[in-house]
């Protein structure tokens, strides 16, 4: 990457709003899991990498949730728990047994609430 592409790539990270920066993190997971199932190979190392990316960034958004200081509505900070629930447990259970066709719900979600925290929904 060149310097100014650098110098880009910093300021924007300075620059993005904490919406901003959990949108392209929950699109980043999404990009794991999608190739995933684009290369799929049930017995590839890559499954676990993108599974534990989704399952560390959902745990600190249910840690945020929790978190008697968040800012935001309990009615939303006990849907985000709800949501993470079903993560973590899908997660866990695609882990054990990976399928395929199981990790598009995980990969919805982090879009849909991807394009909702960009204002695109």
Do not use: C, H
Request: hydrophobic share 40%; charged share 25%; aromatic share 6%.
């Amino acid at each position: 990457m060149s310097y100014a592409a650098n110098a880009y790539a910093r300021t924007a990270r300075t620059t993005a709003s904490p919406r901003d920066i959990e949108a392209q993190a929950l699109l980043k997971a999404a990009s794991k899991l999608q190739d995933v199932v684009d290369r799929w190979d049930s017995s590839s190392a890559r499954i676990n990498e993108a599974l534990m990316f989704n399952r560390k960034l959902w745990t600190i958004f249910l840690t945020e949730a929790v978190n008697d200081e968040n800012p935001q509505g309990i009615e939303l900070r006990q849907s985000i728990v709800n949501i993470g629930t079903f993560v973590m447990t899908r997660t866990v259970e695609l882990q054990l047994n990976p399928e395929r066709e199981a990790l598009k719900p995980l990969i919805d979600i982090n879009r849909n609430l991807a394009a909702g925290l960009s204002g695109q929904s």
